[in-house]
């Protein structure tokens, strides 16, 4: 008995160890559509917050897009003391993000409606990361601000 029964095993561990390793290979395969998955619920999560409007631009674009944010600062009147962009920061093999790090002069009315030019004009993807007031005697009624602004970039 013991020894059909150890015959039976042996076939069966022959008969279904091929079917053993398609089964680990199909878990990393798993495991690999899985984090693309996540990283497509991210994206679209992304796109949903921020607007299906806008886009991402293109690398290349992003000092067009510097200069046009820092024209829309002059034209609210605020006086932009340093504009200054770190390394891009990547974000999966979709997009990147560039920090725009900005030192600011400027009263409370001109913040917000240089805050809704970059919200409603532009068709690019950006968003404040940090937003800090500090008030200065030296220059009251305005406040010192530091600001660092996300801009999303496509990678490809």
Do not use: C, W
């Not at 921020?50 to 886009?55: I, V």
């Not at 770190?86 to 993000?97: D, F, P, Q, V």
């Not at 009315?109 to 993807?125: I, M, P, R, V």
């Amino acid at each position: 008995v013991f020894g059909a029964a150890f015959f039976f095993f042996t076939i069966a561990a022959f008969l279904f160890l091929p079917f053993i390793r398609q089964i680990k290979g199909k878990g990393v395969e798993y495991k690999s559509l899985s984090q693309q998955l996540d990283s497509g619920y991210k994206y679209l999560e992304f796109f949903q917050r921020n607007g299906a409007g806008k886009k991402l631009i293109a690398q290349a674009d992003t000092a067009s897009l510097i200069d046009t944010i820092a024209k829309e600062g002059r034209k609210y009147m605020l006086t932009l003391k340093t504009i200054s962009q770190k390394g891009s920061i990547a974000m999966g093999n979709t997009y990147a993000i560039l920090p725009l790090e900005m030192e600011i002069e400027a009263d409370f009315k001109q913040l917000g409606l240089f805050f809704h030019a970059l919200e409603a004009n532009s068709d690019a993807f950006v968003s404040v990361n940090k937003f800090t007031i500090l008030y200065d005697e030296k220059i009251t009624p305005k406040l010192s601000v530091s600001l660092t602004l996300h801009i999303y970039f496509s990678k490809g």
